[in-house]
């Protein structure tokens, strides 16, 4: 039968053949196809004869139903026959492609991450030197009251209003 057959392909029929039965989420752990990948290879190659889908009931998951694809004898004879050559290599490449644009992602997705939280420490260091600047002026002023006090000569008893300064917040 001439069939024509990528990298992709191979990939997903390659799984199927080491593996036997697999369900959509399986093949695309196993060959690092998109679901869209995995599910136009089940309609070509179903069609074809090669695998068998079935649609079973999973528990446990977001979803109530998934599709199993099973290689049928068909399909084992003509990879033997000679569908496609040695596939390991280029499911390797497949594989290894997908997981290198996976990483990618990931690593921008971390990269942005990272400007998020340099900017927010940013801001948060900018808002520590606002407050320092307050204290500072505070100090200032505490200080400027206590030596007017000191140079007026006054006898205050600084405790004595420290108490009556709490006892009216409250």
Same mark, same amino acid.
């Given at each position: 039968?001439? $069939?024509?057959?990528?990298?992709?392909?191979?990939?997903?029929?390659?799984?199927?053949?080491?593996?036997?039965?697999?369900?959509?989420?399986?093949?695309?752990?196993?060959?690092? $196809?998109?679901?869209?990948?995995?599910?136009?290879?089940?309609?070509?190659?179903?069609?074809?004869?090669?695998?068998?889908?079935?649609?079973?009931?999973?528990?446990?998951?977001?979803?109530?139903?998934?599709?199993?694809?099973? $290689?049928?004898?068909?399909?084992?004879?003509?990879?033997?026959?000679?569908?496609?050559?040695?596939?390991?290599?280029?499911?390797?490449?497949?594989?290894?492609?997908?997981?290198?644009?996976? $990483?990618?992602?990931?690593?921008?997705?971390?990269?942005?991450?990272?400007?998020?939280?340099?900017?927010?420490?940013?801001?948060?260091?900018?808002?520590?030197?606002?407050?320092?600047?307050?204290?500072?002026?505070?100090? /200032?002023?505490?200080?400027? /009251?206590?030596?007017?006090?000191?140079?007026?000569?006054?006898?205050?008893?600084?405790?004595?209003?420290?108490?009556?300064?709490?006892?009216?917040?409250?």
């Amino acid at each position: 039968m001439s $069939l024509p057959i990528n990298d992709k392909d191979e990939a997903y029929l390659t799984a199927l053949k080491e593996n036997g039965t697999l369900s959509t989420s399986e093949i695309r752990k196993a060959t690092a $196809l998109s679901g869209d990948d995995v599910r136009n290879r089940h309609k070509k190659f179903s069609k074809a004869g090669f695998v068998e889908l079935d649609k079973r009931e999973v528990e446990g998951k977001h979803y109530s139903h998934e599709t199993f694809a099973t $290689l049928t004898d068909h399909g084992r004879t003509e990879i033997v026959r000679g569908l496609f050559g040695d596939s390991t290599e280029q499911v390797k490449k497949v594989t290894e492609d997908a997981r290198m644009n996976e $990483l990618e992602e990931q690593v921008q997705q971390l990269q942005n991450q990272v400007n998020k939280l340099q900017n927010e420490q940013n801001n948060i260091l900018s808002r520590i030197e606002s407050i320092k600047e307050w204290m500072e002026a505070c100090e /200032v002023s505490v200080k400027a /009251v206590r030596w007017a006090v000191e140079d007026s000569d006054l006898s205050w008893d600084i405790d004595a209003y420290k108490k009556r300064i709490r006892e009216n917040s409250d």
